[in-house]
């Protein structure tokens, strides 16, 4: 059984940075693409970033590009998003997500979610 694990959420001022992490077991993670999303209180669950399997290819939302770094360690199982100038409209419950289709990934179609991490981003 597939399990994503987030933490690294909390509540920081706009500037300020964050890393969430994602522990995730119970696959051959390493052939895995992975991704995050996130979705803001009474809005739409929206597409943030996602990974490559490799490591060698990364995709981001517009309104994060620049900003917002996501990697992975296979060797540990690890995906990370790394968030820096963050605003207040970066606010939201962030999810990790994996899927063999990268394509589903990013659609939101994603087989395995974790549960969410709270992210505050004070003005």
């Known amino acids: 059984q597939v399990q994503l694990v987030e933490s690294g959420g909390g509540l920081v001022q706009a500037g300020g940075s964050l890393r969430l992490s994602c522990a995730v077991s119970?696959?051959?993670?390493?052939?895995?693409?992975m991704g995050w999303f996130r979705q803001p209180l009474e809005k739409e669950r929206e597409f943030v970033a996602s990974?490559?399997?490799?490591?060698?290819?990364?995709h981001y939302a517009d309104s994060v590009k620049g900003r917002f770094t996501i990697s992975k360690d296979n060797a540990k199982n690890m995906v990370y998003l790394h968030m820096t100038n963050l605003k207040p409209e970066d606010t939201a419950v962030y999810y990790c997500?994996?899927?063999?289709?990268?394509?589903?990934?990013?659609?939101?179609?994603?087989?395995?979610w974790g549960q969410g991490t709270q992210v505050t981003v004070s003005s």
């Open positions: 119970g696959t051959t993670f390493s052939t895995l693409p």
């Open positions: 990974i490559h399997w490799s490591g060698g290819w990364t």
């Open positions: 997500v994996a899927d063999k289709a990268i394509v589903a990934l990013e659609d939101g179609r994603g087989n395995y």
